[in-house]
């Protein structure tokens, strides 16, 4: 039973739109949720978190904004780069354990 | 370069054999994990350790072992592979397992392919 879901495997945008990546969580409990980019054969790499008491948190392009009644959170990426392009998984945590969990996956694709 | 590095980068291996995947970080990061990737699962937790000396059982545990002999190392061992341990492997480390580090970034490993036949 998957915890974190990430329903769309594959988003494809223009160069300087904004790319929104979504994501569901079903475990009220969670504290934390980050999220990781992936490259090619390369490990993930983390981006961006947020405390489950904020609803938003920006660092330069990148903004994830969690919604806790609707149990969703949200990565917007503005203006889109084509390095941009990546696998980007969602993850959640409770505080002070180790058990990270991530959602499939989005696959990024910002076109020049 | 201090990082985390993992050995081998891809193995091909027959049913019923062992094989341990090696993982070593410099960062002298207490927290160490173990991950498995697989298509449409994201990635999932194997073991983990806390500190040296320490492991713990994550989300799939069953069929892999690990041992934590000091702060860089922690080898995740298949004893028998059956082909359903066809997967990517990542190794991943942390400061902190938790407490006032809340966000705890993990860093990770370039990955193991590994492929059971």
């Known amino acids: 039973d998957q915890q974190v879901k990430q329903n769309s495997p594959s988003l494809s945008v223009q160069e300087g739109r904004i790319s929104i990546l979504n994501c569901d969580y079903t475990?009220?409990?969670?504290?934390?949720f980050l999220w990781y980019k992936k490259y090619p054969a390369e490990g993930p790499t983390f981006l961006i978190s947020i405390s489950s008491i904020k609803d938003k948190n920006e660092d330069g392009r990148f903004t994830v904004f969690l919604n806790k009644s609707a149990k969703h959170l949200s990565l917007h990426i503005v203006p889109s780069q084509p390095g941009d392009s990546a696998v980007y998984f969602c993850?959640?945590?409770?505080?002070?354990?180790?058990?990270?969990?991530f959602g499939a996956g989005t696959r990024l694709t910002v076109k020049p | 370069i201090a990082g985390i590095t993992q050995a081998p980068t891809s193995q091909i291996l027959a049913a019923g054999r062992r094989m341990t995947l090696r993982c070593t970080q410099d960062?002298?990061?207490?927290?160490m994990y173990w991950y498995r990737q697989d298509l449409g699962l994201g990635l999932r937790l194997i073991h983990y350790s806390n500190t040296a000396g320490t492991t713990g059982k994550g989300e799939v545990p069953d069929g892999y072992s690990v041992s934590r002999a000091n702060t860089d190392d922690f080898p995740l061992t298949l004893a028998s592979a059956v082909p359903s341990q066809t997967s990517v492997y990542f190794c991943?480390?942390?400061?902190?397992?938790?407490?006032?580090?809340?966000?705890?970034?993990?860093?990770f490993g370039p990955g193991t392919r590994l492929t059971v036949l």
């Open positions: 960062m002298r990061h207490n927290a």
């Open positions: 991943a480390s942390s400061r902190l397992a938790g407490g006032p580090d809340a966000y705890n970034e993990q860093f």
């Open positions: 475990n009220s409990m969670f504290d934390y």
């Open positions: 993850a959640a945590k409770w505080f002070n354990n180790n058990d990270m969990r």
